[in-house]
């Protein structure tokens, strides 16, 4: 449907609830994300264009056909409404993007999730937050450092986000868990489900004491395709990373390659040069990252960095709360800018200003063709803002 195609039935099938008893689109909101070729640019620019999730899920299966499709599969009532009872048997709330309660660090990173299931003390993604990653397989002096900087981050008022992974993930959360400003975990599989098993009485903890976020349906037990998805979210959280032992092919690496790409600042804990679980944040650190020996470190660079400038991508109201720039307003597609686009875009990446160029198009009306090749399955949206049209 969306690209998660492994989704478990939520624990009790069979409790649907009715319409009055949630808010009046939550369970359009649900289908809206979870129909097939959905994304995040997708969702906002439908949400813009239809001005409700109603709308937008009834106008999905004719813009699909202007994009190509020959048949489009959306979310049913039916499926959105056992999402959502799980949701509430766990007591997980809903946060969609654009509206209040989202995270706002979260709605500024390329690809932010149309929503996520939060479980726990929703409050803390208002605080300013730090991510601490690392190895599973951390040394007794890594797990110490992790917990020292969970909690010293806390004490001084930073929320620590982690992935809920066994090793240096678990001690930055336990850490945290002693400290006033609090956790959030960010997992791969659905909210209500607990992995790794090892650390089921964390997870408890969390849901009572921290959070637990999550863009996956509720009962996805993840997979290894799903942590990359997870790991952009505890960056795009986070107003930096710090690394503490990452093997050089690892998962915190590619935590701190979204961050960088997310415009905030990467930071490491130097390791032993021969021990291999220390050589991805040492090479971080070659590489420009910043070198950090505890929480007064990160909180130092931190402080410097707020006076200098705000974190990229973030822009301020009057009152001091980052909006989100507006998309362009939607005017339509017509089949002469249809035909043009499919003919001006191929198997290798273009830019869309590029785009704009050839065909002369208005921006509401280009963002309007590449929608419904998007919902068609045919356009492939790369890093960077890169398109290029999938294979057929």
Request: hydrophobic share 45%; with cysteine.
């Given at each position: 449907m969306d690209g998660w195609s492994e989704v478990a039935?939520?624990?009790?099938?069979?409790?649907?609830?009715?319409?009055?008893?949630?808010?009046?689109?939550?369970?359009?909101v649900i289908r809206l994300a979870r129909s097939r070729n959905v994304g995040s640019v997708s969702f906002r620019r439908l949400i813009a264009r239809y001005g409700c999730a109603s709308r937008a899920v009834a106008a999905l299966p004719e813009l699909?056909?202007?994009g190509g499709a020959r048949s489009y599969e959306l979310c049913s009532e039916a499926q959105a409404a056992r999402e959502l009872a799980a949701a509430q048997?766990?007591?997980?709330?809903?946060?969609?993007?654009?509206?209040?309660?989202?995270?706002?660090?979260?709605?500024?990173?390329?690809?932010?999730?149309?929503?996520?299931?939060?479980?726990?003390?929703?409050?803390?993604?208002?605080?300013?937050?730090?991510?601490?990653?690392?190895?599973?397989?951390?040394s007794a002096i890594g797990l110490r450092m992790a917990h020292a900087m969970g909690a010293d981050l806390g004490e001084a008022g930073w929320v620590t986000v982690s992935g809920l992974a066994r090793g240096v993930d678990a001690a930055a959360h336990e850490g945290a868990l002693c400290a006033p400003a609090g956790t959030i975990a960010v997992v791969a599989g659905g909210v209500d489900m607990i992995y790794p098993p090892e650390n089921a009485k964390l997870t408890a903890r969390l849901a009572e004491e921290g959070l637990i976020l999550s863009e996956a349906?509720?009962?996805?037990?993840?997979?290894?395709?799903?942590?990359?998805r997870r790991n952009r979210i505890i960056s795009g959280l986070s107003r930096a990373v710090v690394v503490i032992e990452a093997a050089e092919r690892s998962g915190s690496l590619i935590t701190a390659e979204f961050a960088l790409e997310q415009g905030r600042d990467v930071m490491a804990i130097p390791g032993a040069p021969l021990d291999p679980r220390a050589g991805g944040g040492n090479a971080l650190i070659r590489q420009g990252a910043t070198l950090v020996r505890g929480a007064v470190d990160v909180?130092?660079?931190?402080?410097?960095?707020?006076?200098v400038r705000p974190p990229r991508g973030l822009a301020e109201d009057g009152a001091g709360f980052a909006r989100a720039a507006p998309l362009r307003p939607s005017v339509?597609?017509?089949?002469?800018?249809?035909?043009?686009?499919?003919?001006?875009?191929?198997?290798?990446?273009?830019?869309?200003?590029?785009?704009?160029?050839?065909?002369?198009?208005?921006?509401?009306?280009?963002?309007?063709?590449?929608?419904?090749?998007?919902?068609?399955?045919?356009?492939?949206?790369?890093?960077?803002?890169?398109?290029?049209?999938?294979?057929?």
């Open positions: 039935a939520p624990r009790n099938p069979h409790c649907v609830p009715a319409r009055g008893d949630m808010p009046d689109d939550t369970l359009d699909a056909a202007r048997a766990c007591g997980a709330r809903l946060l969609a993007l654009g509206r209040p309660g989202y995270p706002i660090m979260l709605s500024h990173i390329p690809d932010p999730p149309p929503f996520v299931w939060a479980r726990g003390r929703a409050g803390l993604l208002a605080g300013a937050a730090v991510g601490v990653v690392g190895g599973r397989n951390a349906p509720m009962g996805l037990a993840p997979q290894g395709r799903h942590f990359p909180i130092e660079v931190l402080e410097e960095q707020s006076a339509g597609a017509d089949d002469a800018l249809r035909r043009d686009v499919a003919r001006f875009l191929g198997l290798a990446p273009v830019e869309e200003d590029e785009l704009i160029r050839l065909t002369g198009a208005n921006l509401g009306a280009l963002a309007d063709a590449l929608l419904e090749l998007e919902l068609a399955g045919r356009l492939d949206r790369q890093p960077g803002g890169m398109l290029a049209l999938l294979p057929e």
